[in-house]
């Protein structure tokens, strides 16, 4: 089992910045890719971005290319997410989660942290 845990989220003015954290624990093996997605009221997940055990990058939706980058620290079992010139529009439910190399789909999730961009 994993147990994945997000904070960093909160209000922030559109231009703004806000780093979001997920702390794991549990079965390492499980952490092989980690990610972030995000659901907004009234619409479907999206998947914002992976990264691999060793590093290897999977970016998801354009519109946060450039502005998102992901990151991870194995050694403290964390992944984060430096979200810079914000917008209104990325006002959302952010979640990590994780899965192993031999699952296709992920299967451990976090409780979501929210993110509010005020224009």
């Known amino acids: 089992q994993v147990q994945l845990v997000e904070s960093g989220g909160g209000l922030v003015q559109a231009g703004g910045s806000l780093r979001l954290a997920c702390a794991a624990s549990g079965r390492t093996l499980s952490m092989y890719l980690m990610a972030w997605f995000r659901q907004a009221p009234g619409k479907e997940r999206e998947f914002v971005a992976a990264i691999s055990w060793t590093g290897g990058i999977t970016d998801g939706v354009d519109s946060v290319k450039g502005r998102f980058t992901i990151s991870r620290d194995n050694a403290k079992r964390m992944v984060f997410l430096q979200m810079n010139s914000l917008k209104p529009e990325d006002t959302a439910v952010y979640y990590c989660?994780?899965?192993?190399?031999?699952?296709?789909?992920?299967?451990?999730w976090g409780q979501g942290t929210q993110v509010t961009v005020s224009s």
């Open positions: 989660a994780c899965r192993s190399a031999l699952q296709s789909d992920y299967g451990y």
